[in-house]
């Protein structure tokens, strides 16, 4: 067994630092609760671009740019010392961390971000980095899309840990992916959440036979303090839920165990046994006995897609 919890709380939006330093007071919290996996929402740091979905295209282009600016200079750049701070809290609480931020770009042209999510090792390594494999609508203005080489599952001494971003989980043949290298924790952190939102984790919990940790995005009025650029247009009720949450943990075979968690902030908890994954699959197992690789075949290209190559 192990405990699992998801944060389900506001960034300080687009401040990467006072982000993540918020970020390791919850782990420290966590930890003090027997936590040993914790999981955070898409794009933790420094926030959902939620102004996307209300900005007016070709019409507010200068809001646009500013705000797209504020929010590199706030990206995390995996080539710097950004992630320590998570690192080094995560090897002191011998905690995994699964974390979704903005990632900027560090060893090209420093002008793309990416939506990322990263699993941080209880020793405090990087395991893996998942770039989105593509943006949402209005997301395709902010974020570049994504290559397959995190598209992987890592095993930990718990279970095998793998996840999808938002609606990549609405991709059959990237959830085919992990199903096919085993995973039994899956990870889905996101912004979108509803009922619709919930009855797709039950889904993916029945079809993968795996435990399901969807980590709902907060986010409300007053979390866009006075000086955010728009403030008055964008968002001018404080008391305004922007998104409530939703953050849900469901078992293999798609029972809701925990949540779904709305208009809250704090831990989503859970005990789980990784292996009812493993045993789920006695009845159903889509990438292994009910399969039929003599009729389908899927290749995955897990190779970093790079703009340039050297000799």
């Not at 990263?118 to 390594?125: K, L, Q, R, S, Y």
């Not at 990087?126 to 397959?148: C, F, Q, S, Y």
């Not at 912004?191 to 039950?202: E, I, K, L, R």
């Not at 008055?232 to 949450?245: A, S």
Request: net charge negative; hydrophobic share 40%; proline share 6%.
């Amino acid at each position: 067994m192990i405990k699992v919890a998801i944060a389900q709380v506001a960034p300080v939006v687009l401040d990467k630092a006072r982000t993540i330093e918020k970020a390791v007071g919850i782990i420290r919290a966590a930890a003090q609760e027997g936590i040993e996996l914790l999981v955070f929402p898409e794009t933790f740091i420094p926030t959902y671009p939620a102004w996307v979905w209300r900005l007016r295209p070709g019409t507010d282009y200068g809001l646009s740019e500013e705000l797209h600016a504020l929010l590199l200079d706030n990206s995390v750049d995996m080539e710097s010392k950004d992630l320590e701070p998570l690192q080094a809290v995560a090897a002191e609480t011998s905690m995994t961390v699964v974390i979704g931020m903005n990632e900027r770009d560090g060893r090209f042209s420093r002008g793309t971000i990416y939506n990322a999510l990263v699993v941080i090792g209880p020793g405090g390594t990087i395991l893996n980095r998942h770039r989105k494999l593509m943006p949402t609508n209005p997301e395709r203005m902010v974020w570049g899309m994504g290559d397959a080489s995190g598209l992987k599952v890592v095993e930990m001494s718990y279970g095998r840990l793998g996840g999808l971003i938002c609606w990549e989980n609405f991709m059959p043949l990237a959830r085919y992916g992990l199903y096919a290298q085993g995973v039994e924790i899956y990870v889905a952190p996101t912004y979108d959440q509803g009922d619709g939102w919930v009855g797709s984790m039950q889904h993916i919990a029945r079809e993968g036979r795996c435990w399901v940790l969807s980590a709902g995005t907060l986010l409300r009025g007053s979390d866009f303090l006075p000086d955010f650029p728009g403030k008055t247009e964008l968002y001018p009720d404080d008391q305004e839920w922007v998104n409530p949450g939703g953050s849900v943990i469901v078992a293999p075979g798609g029972e809701i165990v925990a949540g779904p968690m709305y208009r809250d902030e704090g831990l989503l908890v859970c005990e789980l046994d990784a292996t009812l994954s493993v045993r789920g699959k006695r009845s159903l197992d889509v990438a292994g006995h009910y399969s039929r690789p003599d009729l389908f075949e899927l290749e995955i290209d897990g190779d970093p897609l790079e703009p340039i190559e050297w000799d």
